[in-house]
Nanobody, 118 residues
């Protein structure tokens, strides 16, 4: 599976960004698509995930209703809509894919940088 993330950029606190992850390479029916972020000097952190077939969604505790994850089966893309961004959301955002039930991701995108200024 190949993943291509895009949509990062610089935004002021309170603003919004829309990240997109284009997926190619194989059928995704048994997979979970995740967004994971890593801020400078910090460990990777789960942001949001969605099962490709049923659209079951999970969010990291810090999201608190600010982000929305969705997938478009026809376009083979996963989107992370981020609203009410805070400086603490500054990080590299990665999309990643794993089989349902697996603990490790099998493929990662290249990461897209989100910078939120105060």
């Amino acid at each position: 599976v190949q993943l291509q993330a895009s949509g990062g950029g610089l935004v002021q606190a309170g603003g919004s960004l829309r990240l997109s992850c284009a997926v190619s390479g194989r059928t995704l029916s048994r997979y979970v698509m995740d967004w994971v972020r890593q801020a400078p000097g910090k460990q990777r952190e789960f942001v949001a995930g969605i099962t490709w077939s049923e659209g079951i969604i999970k969010y990291g505790d810090f999201v608190k209703g600010r982000f929305t994850v969705s997938r478009d089966k026809f376009k083979n893309t996963v989107v992370l809509q981020m609203n009410s961004l805070e400086p603490e959301d500054t990080a590299l955002y990665y999309c990643a894919v794993k089989l349902r039930g697996a603990s490790e991701h099998g493929s990662w995108g290249q990461g897209t940088l989100v910078t939120v200024s105060s």
